[in-house]
């Protein structure tokens, strides 16, 4: 007996087309994008400094400078602080916190919502008659969208936590309230200008973004699905299978 031919699978082809980028389901997706950029950079790439004075009893001002930044592991940032009883004489302290978890958390959900997002609009613009015959791309994408937009809010909630205690533990005057020194009363402790913390504050605000545009395109992935679509009854599909043939 001859052995019958083994049907071989097509793979899809790549054809390039702009139009789901206008589609809500595409343009929010490169929105999305943009905004993901935004916070991890905003975040990941920040460092600045705390300073502070100390002015001992017949000598000049002594500077403490403490530089920081993510992942914001201060416990693990070390200044040096002049204690008064010596010229030469300086005490090495730390910074209180360990805000890294936070930080790290978001940056991650960050760049894995980049990448997600240029794989998703290559799918969308490059093999959109493939995602719409499949039954699961759509209900995959639909659930990877709401799994993201969970990850958003709870990441964005907890950095915006962790950024108040960076705050905090990052003020000059709580910086010179470790110190020694700054106990006695023939010393006066100065502290300098707060850190700018400009950037920090937009990545919360462009995590609470995100949250909002993940939210938002979960409806449009959804609609994509099966259980969204109605099922045709049994008599229209036979009907319709009967005019194709």
């Known amino acids: 007996m001859e052995e019958l031919p083994v ?5 899809p082809q790549f054809r390039l087309d702009l139009g789901p980028l206008k589609e809500p389901l595409g343009f929010i997706k490169v929105l999305e994008w943009i905004f993901a950029v935004f916070a991890f950079a905003t975040c990941g790439g920040y460092s600045e400094g705390s300073v502070a004075s100390v002015t001992c009893k017949h000598s000049k001002a002594q500077l403490i400078s403490v530089q920081f930044g993510y992942p914001f592991r201060l416990n693990k940032i070390s200044f040096r ?12 302290l730390y910074l209180n916190g360990d805000f890294s978890s936070s930080s790290e958390f978001f940056v991650a959900v960050g760049v894995f919502t980049f990448l997600y997002c240029m794989a998703a609009l290559l799918l969308y613009t490059g093999y959109q008659t493939f995602y719409q015959q ?9 659930v990877v969208t709401t799994f993201f937009a969970l990850f958003w809010l709870v990441s964005s909630c907890a950095w915006a936590q962790g ?25 006066i402790c100065t502290p300098g200008a707060l850190p700018p913390m400009g950037r920090l504050n937009a990545s919360v605000i462009f995590g609470f973004m995100n949250v909002i545009l993940w939210s938002g395109n979960s409806w449009f992935t959804y609609k994509e ?4 679509k109605p099922v045709k009854p049994q008599g229209e599909a036979e009907q319709e299978h009967k005019v194709q043939y």
Request: with cysteine; net charge neutral.
């Open 163 to 187: 950024l108040t205690d960076v705050k905090h533990a990052t003020n000059p005057a709580a910086v010179i309230s470790s110190v020694a020194a700054c106990q006695k009363q023939d010393v």
């Open 225 to 228: 699905t099966l259980w969204h």
């Open 134 to 142: 499949n039954k699961c791309l759509p209900l995959a994408d639909f």
């Open 81 to 92: 602080a002049f204690t008064c009883n010596n010229a030469t004489v300086y005490d090495t």
């Open 7 to 11: 049907p071989v699978q097509k793979l």
